[in-house]
């Protein structure tokens, strides 16, 4: 399988920050790598696909990069609502996998 | 509005079966690959399995295979994941979640249902 590292695995910043949180695939996935964030009871939400694509409905202040084995999520000007747990996920290869999670809290 | 809405929590006890179902709407449920993941508390999202809603063939994740099926109701838009031999490890939210491609199963999900508690507990 392989295995996404993300880091940190938490982050405490304040509204208005800009914000990266980094994906690492243990073998290259070109860029079958998604974004996601979740919620406290909530499903997660598509937010990147292959790498760079925003999701349709997704605000602009996201943006991902990246390919290979390692990814970035940066979030700018952050607001309230971007306070969330943050996922990255490869399809490249079947088992899908996913990164641990990184923590974005408010500062 | 396109959406996935799946059935409520559910309590079982130690080698009982769950099944949850997860149901399309606003779209023709054969379009896309449904899939489904789990979130088990302090853990990661784990993918378990994906089913092809037009022929219904599925495919598992190893550590599921022989104890987890799907299934799918095309007269209702419905699809369902049954999960046997259950153990307290498999408390955890469930989801159904739409992969917005029929090219390969490895996909990104572009829709989630909200989720179902399964707890496992004696």
């Known amino acids: 399988d392989i295995q996404m590292t993300q880091s940190p695995s938490s982050l405490s910043a304040s509204v208005g920050d800009r914000v990266t949180i980094t994906c690492r695939a243990n073998?290259?996935?070109?860029?079958?790598l998604a974004w996601y964030q979740q919620k406290p009871g909530k499903a997660p939400k598509s937010l990147i696909f292959?790498?760079?694509n925003l999701q349709s409905g997704v605000p602009s202040k996201f943006s991902g990069s990246g390919s290979g084995t390692a990814f970035t999520l940066t979030i700018s000007s952050l607001q309230p609502e971007d306070f969330a747990t943050y996922y990255c996920q490869q399809y490249s290869n079947y088992p899908i996998t996913f990164g641990q999670g990184t923590r974005l809290e408010i500062k | 509005q396109e959406q996935l809405v799946q059935s409520g929590a559910e309590v079982k006890k130690p080698g009982a079966s769950v099944k949850v179902s997860c149901k399309a709407s606003?779209?023709?449920?054969?379009?896309?690959?449904i899939h489904w993941l789990r979130h088990a508390p302090g853990q990661g999202l784990e993918w378990m399995g994906v089913i092809n809603p037009s022929g219904g063939a599925t495919v598992h994740a190893p550590e599921f295979q022989g104890r987890m099926t799907m299934t799918r109701d095309t007269s209702t838009s419905t699809v369902y994941m049954e999960l046997s031999s259950l153990r307290s490890a498999d408390t955890a939210v469930y989801y159904c979640?739409?992969?917005?491609?029929?090219?390969?199963?490895?996909?990104?999900?572009?829709?989630w249902g909200q989720g179902t508690l399964v707890t496992v507990s004696s």
């Open positions: 073998q290259g996935i070109g860029n079958y």
């Open positions: 606003g779209y023709p449920l054969t379009t896309y690959y």
């Open positions: 979640a739409r992969a917005p491609t029929v090219v390969r199963i490895e996909s990104y999900f572009d829709s």
């Open positions: 292959d790498a760079t």
